[in-house]
């Protein structure tokens, strides 16, 4: 990395010092009850005894209504706790005494599913999301929407999110939305009444039809063949101007919600689903919208492999940035083909020089998400590692194929990994994220186990007593407060010394392979990190006394012993180079 931290660049400057927390909002605390969604929501199937589920039940243990239904893969994806953005709105104590500066919500839009990556609009939040479904159902219902902005109202739901953005703003917090531009579900207004009218419909165009049948039914392209899922049409590198349009009104709605020319009241961001779906030309003009908007507008895309043609400035800010999770967990895991320090450097230095030197500064650095099992639970399997890439990553976590992936309550050395990865991740250039729950104990294998109820001290949670292949030992189950304590202490660290989050890298080589050293220098000072990922001791040269920064004791010049998985963490104060 350079000496110096870019001075000039094109990524918004407070994305420098966040610390993200990933919400997935149906799971993450159920704020207004009365608000809870219906069967109707989001099925017009019978599902006898069908009810919302108690939030801390036992998570592969089913209920009477689901055990009629088959095994718990039958049932898991009708399954709703409840959560809601006034959970949110409660919670931001919690957030903020965490050290979390910035959150990033998982698709809040009107949508059937539980994920609500499959829009019924983009342009309204979720009824069950607000603090009166009833209203704001009948509201939608009467109200006469198109595409057209000047047709659309503002449910209870919709300035609830205004109201939660506000408090954030206020707390000094930024927040950010999940955009979801490359397709849309079946309710999607557009697509209902194509459905409804065929090729007399006006939003006939919307779609990538392939093919008008004689009874006036069409086939259509869905995501990766998903038929829920139908594609938006586009040209060769533009999504087609109706489309277009309607996508930079929604933006335009969130980002400056009054439309008065001052987005301080709006959302501080977007994270774009399956970004590379959709064509670049729309990208870079939708970009440019967004910063007509909000110049400081922080924009991060979910691509899983290198994302070289995104990050150049006209684009993206950033990228979820599982490209730097791969090596991380591969190096922090107790396999025993665990990566050596000197292929994870080699990892790391290929990520971070693949784009313009800022871009390092603001990747959102992450250890698990909605779409990968959790860092918890991948730790707990160390034979699985190291990984390859995405497709990899994803499928060796997931159990509804079966497999043998562990589910149950990780080891102390797996919590010894999680505790290591964790120092890496808030001593290294980039704006950590943490995914809801992994910071007290959250543990689960990829979708849907990972998306489970969060833990509360306010809730009774049952032991586990089930896995996904029948019973097994009760493990209790409940918010780790010493983990998150730690995690606390953790981001403490890294918001105390802005050389953690602005300073430059550079490696300090060791001849133990599983031993990695590395400095931040700038901000007026130095800090040397050294991380033992070995089952012994072993020792570094520390070249300056300075104060520990993890324990606070100081630390002479010289020969220091670091204690297998452990670390040591030095910092002085210079002037800067």
């Not at 290591?420 to 290294?428: E, G, H, K, N, S």
């Not at 979708?447 to 001290?457: A, E, N």
């Not at 009760?474 to 606390?488: E, H, T, V």
């Amino acid at each position: 990395m350079n000496k110096k931290a870019p001075r000039s660049c094109f990524v918004p400057d407070w994305a420098r010092d966040a610390i993200w927390y990933q919400i997935f909002p149906e799971r993450f605390r159920n704020g207004c009850p009365a608000s809870n969604p219906k069967l109707e929501d989001f099925t017009t199937q019978p599902v006898p005894g069908w009810k919302i589920m108690p939030w801390g039940g036992d998570w592969y243990a089913q209920q009477a209504w689901e055990k009629k239904r088959g095994d718990f893969f039958h049932s898991v994806y009708l399954r709703r706790y409840g959560g809601d953005l006034v959970g949110v709105y409660e919670k931001l104590d919690y957030l903020q005494e965490l050290g979390v500066t910035a959150i990033y919500l998982n698709p809040v839009f009107h949508a059937p599913s539980l994920h609500k990556y499959d829009g019924s609009s983009f342009h309204h939040v979720d009824p069950a999301f607000g603090p009166d479904r009833e209203g704001d159902l009948a509201m939608l219902a009467k109200a006469r929407e198109t595409e057209d902005p000047k047709t659309w109202v503002w449910t209870a739901a919709d300035r609830f999110l205004l109201k939660l953005i506000r408090e954030v703003h206020r707390r000094g917090m930024k927040i950010i939305l999940d955009g979801v531009f490359n397709h849309t579900g079946r309710d999607f207004f557009a697509f209902r009444d194509l459905l409804r009218n065929g090729d007399r419909s006006r939003y006939k165009k919307w779609y990538k039809i392939k093919h008008w049948n004689a009874d006036g039914t069409f086939d259509y392209e869905g995501w990766f063949g998903h038929a829920a899922l139908p594609e938006l049409a586009r040209t060769e590198n533009d999504l087609i101007p109706p489309v277009r349009r309607y996508i930079f009104d929604i933006t335009r709605r969130w980002m400056d919600p009054n439309g008065d020319g001052d987005p301080s009241d709006g959302i501080d961001g977007w994270r774009l689903d399956v970004a590379f779906c959709v064509p670049h030309g729309f990208w870079k003009a939708w970009r440019r919208h967004v910063k007509r908007i909000n110049p400081e507008a922080y924009l991060t895309a979910e691509i899983v492999t290198l994302a070289k043609d995104y990050l150049r400035g006209d684009e993206f800010d950033a990228v979820m940035n599982y490209m730097w999770l791969f090596p991380s967990v591969s190096f922090f895991s107790q396999a025993k083909k665990a990566m050596s320090a000197a292929e994870f450097r080699k990892a790391l230095d290929h990520v971070r020089k693949a784009y313009p030197p800022e871009v390092a500064y603001v990747q959102q650095n992450l250890y698990d998400s909605h779409d990968v099992g959790r860092i918890a639970s991948m730790f707990n399997n160390p034979e699985l590692l190291p990984i390859e890439n995405f497709e990899h990553y994803f499928h060796l976590s997931r159990v509804k194929q079966g497999g043998t992936f562990r589910t149950t309550k990780p080891t102390r050395a797996a919590m010894t990994s999680l505790r290591q990865a964790v120092i890496f991740q808030m001593t290294y250039p980039g704006a950590p994220m943490i995914y809801y729950g992994t910071e007290v104990g959250l543990w689960g294998a990829n979708d849907p186990c990972d998306r489970q109820p969060m833990l509360w001290d306010d809730v009774r949670h049952q032991p586990e007593t089930h896995t996904p292949r029948g019973k097994t030992r009760a493990r209790p189950r409940a918010p780790d407060k010493n983990l998150f304590a730690f995690y606390r202490q953790a981001i403490a660290l890294r918001r105390e010394h802005a050389v953690l989050r602005r300073g430059t890298l550079s490696w300090v080589k060791h001849d133990h392979p599983r031993v990695l050293i590395y400095e931040r220098r700038g901000e007026g000072e130095r800090i040397r990190v050294a991380l033992n990922a070995a089952d012994e001791p072993v020792t570094v040269a520390v070249p300056f006394a300075g104060a520990n920064a993890w324990t606070g004791k100081a630390c002479p010049r010289g020969e220091q012993v670091i204690p297998p998985r452990s670390w040591l963490i030095v910092r002085k104060q210079e002037a800067d180079a």
